[in-house]
């Protein structure tokens, strides 16, 4: 089945630098890659997403970026603020039959001001 | 549209005994997905549904199982409950359908804690 690495597990920026957050998948079928912002207490909720038929997608500060080659993707966050720090999710379909997904372990982003 | 939403949000159960847990998905969604959120294990998929059948299921032990309604809501049921499965556990629903319709959409969660 598929599997999702993600690195790294933590990470701590200055306010107004960028973050990456890069993660890595196993099943070469995987077409749909999924972020999810997770905020202590809180659902995680989805903020970019990006389909293999594309190899980048942005929304404002966030980006992603697939390598389907290499089979990696990669979160990009510019300009960071305080509000962005919370706990990130990549993930990739469990399989091409359904909608569950298989999630990374997660980054713990803290942007200090 | 009211998002998803999961009863009971808190439990607190014993060992040995059984726990179910609802979800009520987003309307028109129909597909239904259950995961288990742990400090030390992330989110791990337990099993989906989809139209009243099991469409997927992660690698956890029969002690965990689920079904899903005719009006799409979903329930899971853990058994002989174990100190381990003190977790958040969360439901997300779909569309189910191919391009837009697969994001998932998580409900708060339930927290059980097991003693």
């Known amino acids: 089945g598929e599997n999702v690495e993600q690195h790294p597990s933590t990470l701590s920026v200055q306010e107004g630098d960028s973050a990456v957050i890069k993660c890595t998948y196993s099943?070469?079928?995987?077409?749909?890659f999924p972020w999810y912002k997770q905020e202590l207490g809180k659902r995680p909720q989805l903020i970019i997403d990006?389909?293999?038929?594309?190899g980048e997608k942005k929304d404002q500060r966030i980006a992603v970026t697939l390598n389907k080659t290499a089979k990696h993707f990669s979160l990009h966050i510019t300009e960071t603020q305080p509000e962005d720090s919370a706990v990130y999710f990549c993930?990739?379909?469990?399989?091409?039959?359904?909608?569950?997904?298989?999630f990374g372990k997660g980054t713990t982003l803290s942007v200090s001001s | 549209k009211a998002g998803v939403t999961q009863t009971p949000r808190y439990l607190i159960k014993t060992r040995g005994q059984q726990v179910t847990l609802s979800c009520s998905p987003i309307?028109?969604?129909?597909?239904v997905s259950w995961y288990q959120q742990t400090p030390g294990q992330g989110l791990q998929f337990l099993f989906e549904?989809?139209?009243?059948?099991?469409?997927n299921k992660g690698n956890f032990p029969g002690r965990f199982s689920g079904r899903q309604f005719s009006n799409s809501r979903s329930e899971m049921n853990v058994s002989t409950l174990e100190l381990g499965d003190s977790a958040l556990y969360l439901c997300?629903?779909?569309?189910?359908?191919?391009?837009?319709?697969?994001?998932?959409?998580f409900g708060p969660g339930t927290r059980l804690l097991v003693l």
């Open positions: 549904y989809f139209s009243e059948t099991q469409r």
């Open positions: 993930a990739a379909r469990f399989n091409q039959a359904g909608t569950a997904l298989i």
């Open positions: 309307s028109g969604h129909r597909s």
């Open positions: 997300a629903s779909s569309l189910a359908g191919r391009g837009t319709g697969e994001t998932q959409y």
């Open positions: 099943d070469s079928a995987s077409n749909y």
């Open positions: 990006i389909r293999s038929n594309v």
